[in-house]
Each structure stands twice: as C-alpha cells, then as structure tokens.
C-alpha cells in the first residue's frame, strides 16, 4: 500500500509544529509497511484532484491567513474535487477556518474561505487559549483526544446547523467558539480542528483513524494492525491527560 499526501501551505500554515502531524502519520505507517509519499504545495502551485489521499493544512497567524486565503480559492474546487473522489483531509485552526465560508479578522478584514465545512469565523474580544480536551465518538477507544489551543477566531455553524458535524465535544477548554461546547467540524472524511500539539503526536487513536479515512478511499475497508511499540506515544496522552486534573484543581 502507498499513501500519498499533499501538505498545503507548509511555509505558511505551520503553527506550534503542525508539520509534527505528518511526521506522525508518516512513521505510524511505515511501521505498518506502508510506503508513504509527501508533496508540498503552496502559492500558484496547481493542485491535482486525483493524485492523494490526503490533504493536511495547519494554523497561520492572521497575516499569513490572508495570503493563503487568496491562493486557496483558486485551489478550492480542486480539492472539493479530491474529496468527492474520497480523500481525507485534516486541517487545524487557521487551516480549518479558511475551509469554512469565511474569516472576519479583530480589524474586520474578511477572508473568504473554500466553503467546504458549513461553519463562519469571527474574531472575538479575547484569545482562547491553553490546554484542551475533547470526546470523539468515532475513535476505537472512549479515551479522549488532547492538544493545546491558541485562536481569537470563533467559529459558529451555519443556519440551518443540518450540515454541520462537530468533531467532538468539549471536555475542557474552548474549541469552536467557548460557548456551546462543540470542537472541529467533519464532512465527509475531512477533519477541521482547533488542536495543535502537534495534535496527532499525543493522540495514537485520532492519528491511526485518520490514516484508515486515508488510504480507505483506494484500497477499500483497512484494518491497520495495532503497534506494539507506541506506549511512549500513549505516555504523552496520559501526562496530558495528568496535566488536566491538575488544572482543575487549580
Ligand atoms: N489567526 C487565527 C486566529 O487567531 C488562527 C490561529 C491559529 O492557527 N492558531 O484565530
């Protein structure tokens, strides 16, 4: 088996170590024998819609935001494309608000977005900021998924809410917008996210359900074998984990 993934943007969507994500899926799979591909493609690049299985963008500060934003509208319908034709996508924070309908910045700036989760994003007063942890219905095991947050967007479904999927719900932190205690959006098998951390680093179960969404779209059902050699992996989820009663308690 082959996974053959783009990373978007990777010189300006590459807040507190997203690119770590894809270091994550790429051993996770090698140690399973599957031979994995990364492409980087960035501004005035052409994107073509039948050649991976997954898309990874992650966060950019507002300024950068601005200058994906214009490139990204052009590869937009390329990548509605690919995900028609079934592949995956994860995207976090600042990548995640531009596939959505819009950002409007603290100096209302409005960046439009792909439109690809039914969801808008408007700065607030205040960051949301710190350590957050969310329940994710679809993993294998009920053990939450950790990270760390840092965004003044907040982001909303759109009306009607029909379309609008929430990755998870909030155990402790923000997420979408720190009022109804939803985080992420899912559609399809594209995954928007607020967690950074880098996110996939302490969380074996999100990172091993992300590469099945993958590679399931060319190869049919996937059953990726456990990996016995990941408790160090598991010992970061648990020390965060740790870190969260301790915060509490505070
Ligand atoms: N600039 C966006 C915000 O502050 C995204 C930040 C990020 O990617 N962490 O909401």
Same mark, same amino acid.
């Given at each position: 088996?082959?996974?053959?993934?783009?990373?978007?943007?990777?010189?300006?969507?590459?807040?507190?170590?997203?690119?770590?994500?894809?270091?994550?899926?790429?051993?996770?799979?090698?140690?399973?024998?599957?031979?994995?591909?990364?492409?980087?493609?960035?501004?005035?690049?052409?994107?073509?819609?039948?050649?991976?299985?997954?898309?990874?963008?992650?966060?950019?500060?507002?300024?950068?935001?601005?200058?994906?934003?214009?490139?990204?509208?052009?590869?937009?319908?390329?990548?509605?494309?690919?995900?028609?034709?079934?592949?995956?996508? !994860?995207?976090?924070? =600042?990548?995640?608000?531009?596939? $959505?309908?819009? /950002?409007?910045? %603290?100096?209302? *700036?409005? &960046?439009?977005?792909?439109?690809?989760?039914?969801?808008?994003?408007?700065?607030?007063?205040?960051?949301?900021?710190?350590?957050?942890?969310?329940?994710?219905?679809?993993?294998?095991?009920? !053990?939450?998924?950790? =990270?760390?947050?840092?965004?003044? $967007?907040?982001? /909303?479904?759109? %009306?009607?809410? *029909?379309? &609008?999927?929430?990755?998870?719900?909030?155990?402790?932190?923000?997420?979408?917008?720190?009022?109804?205690?939803?985080?992420?959006?899912?559609?399809?098998?594209?995954?928007?996210?607020?967690?950074?951390?880098?996110?996939?680093?302490?969380?074996?179960?999100?990172?091993? /359900?992300?590469?099945?969404?993958?590679?399931?779209?060319?190869?049919?059902?996937?059953?990726?074998?456990?990996?016995?050699?990941?408790?160090?992996?598991?010992?970061?989820?648990?020390?965060?984990?740790?870190?969260?009663?301790?915060?509490?308690?505070?």
């Amino acid at each position: 088996m082959r996974l053959r993934i783009c990373h978007l943007y990777p010189e300006l969507l590459n807040l507190y170590g997203d690119r770590g994500n894809l270091l994550v899926l790429q051993r996770r799979a090698e140690w399973r024998g599957i031979a994995v591909e990364i492409n980087r493609i960035s501004l005035g690049d052409t994107l073509a819609p039948d050649k991976y299985d997954l898309f990874f963008l992650g966060g950019g500060s507002d300024e950068d935001q601005g200058i994906v934003a214009r490139d990204l509208l052009i590869k937009g319908p390329y990548l509605q494309e690919a995900l028609a034709r079934g592949a995956a996508l !994860l995207a976090i924070c =600042g990548g995640y608000q531009l596939l $959505g309908r819009y /950002y409007q910045t %603290r100096t209302n *700036e409005v &960046f439009e977005g792909v439109g690809l989760f039914p969801v808008f994003t408007i700065a607030g007063d205040k960051r949301l900021k710190g350590n957050i942890a969310i329940e994710v219905e679809v993993l294998s095991t009920p !053990l939450p998924v950790v =990270g760390f947050e840092n965004h003044i $967007g907040k982001t /909303y479904p759109e %009306r009607p809410r *029909e379309g &609008f999927r929430p990755l998870g719900r909030i155990l402790f932190g923000y997420g979408n917008n720190g009022e109804d205690g939803t985080e992420g959006c899912v559609y399809g098998r594209a995954i928007g996210t607020y967690l950074h951390g880098p996110l996939l680093a302490k969380n074996p179960h999100l990172a091993d /359900y992300i590469l099945t969404l993958a590679l399931e779209a060319r190869y049919g059902k996937v059953e990726l074998r456990p990996l016995p050699g990941d408790e160090i992996e598991w010992k970061a989820h648990e020390a965060f984990l740790r870190r969260f009663s301790k915060e509490r308690r505070r």
